[in-house]
């Protein structure tokens, strides 16, 4: 199993379990019965010298549990999409170390003299691969699209669940982090939709779940036969 794809997987699984938690976690404190603040006043963690200082207002129904739920799957929605960025650009990582020859490109690499002949060719090849990340981490799902089809033949935008849904899901993200969730109109028109402000509800995030970690096993398979061919 390759490197990225094996963290990716373990990050996922982690976040569903932390989702699947807190959500636990706050049944159980809104379940509590009488006064809303039923805390102590402080909480001394066993074997520990700290002191948990008890929390100022914690409402358990209403308004207060759909606040506390959505911004949950808000955080944990943006942490999913990150996870796949960082599996599509460490991806790269995996496939440099089996094969080179996908980044034979006409590309310049600024070194002086001095340096070429100074380092070592692991040294140089890091300063290769590293820039070649630097061009997926900062570009954008589309860049990340365009590099795996021109670089590696692997044209993600056809697989499942298809280019506009992972669109979406890179969209809605950059919402969620840069404007708190509110829509702007281009995003409106794109997608067709009414929404003043992004809503990331379970059934919502389950999907993303479910479609992002087979999008990514598909791209590992499709990796697994790029080095498979290089190999020949």
């Given at each position: ?6 963290n ?28 809303e ?38 955080v ?6 990150s996870?796949l ?46 820039k ?56 409106r ?37 790029l ?6």
């Open positions: 199993m390759l490197k990225a794809f094996s990716c997987y373990k990050e996922l699984e982690a976040l569903k379990k932390f989702h699947v938690s807190a959500h636990y976690a706050f049944n159980n404190a809104e379940n509590l019965e009488g006064n603040n039923q805390f102590s006043e402080s909480l001394i963690i066993p074997n520990s010298q700290s002191i948990v200082e008890r929390p100022i207002t914690f409402g358990l129904k209403g308004k207060h549990a759909f606040s506390r739920r959505r911004a949950l799957n808000e944990v929605y943006v942490r999913v999409i996870i960025e960082v599996y599509l650009t460490d991806s790269l990582l995996d496939i440099f170390a089996e094969t080179k020859t996908p980044f034979k490109s006409k590309n310049e690499i600024k070194i002086s003299q001095s340096e070429l002949l100074s380092i070592s060719q692991e040294d140089l090849f890091d300063r290769v691969i590293s070649e990340c630097r061009k997926l981490s900062s570009g954008g799902f589309d860049i990340i699209v365009k590099y795996y089809k021109k670089n590696f033949h692997i044209d993600v935008s056809i697989m499942s669940p298809g280019l506009r849904k992972m669109q979406e899901y890179h969209d809605k993200r950059h919402l969620l982090v840069h404007r708190l969730g509110i829509t702007d109109e281009k995003y028109r794109k997608y067709s939709s009414e929404e003043l402000k992004i809503q990331i509800d379970n059934e919502y995030l389950d999907q993303a779940f479910a479609e992002i970690y087979s999008f990514v096993k598909e791209i590992n398979r499709k990796i697994l036969l080095i498979k061919a290089a190999d020949n």
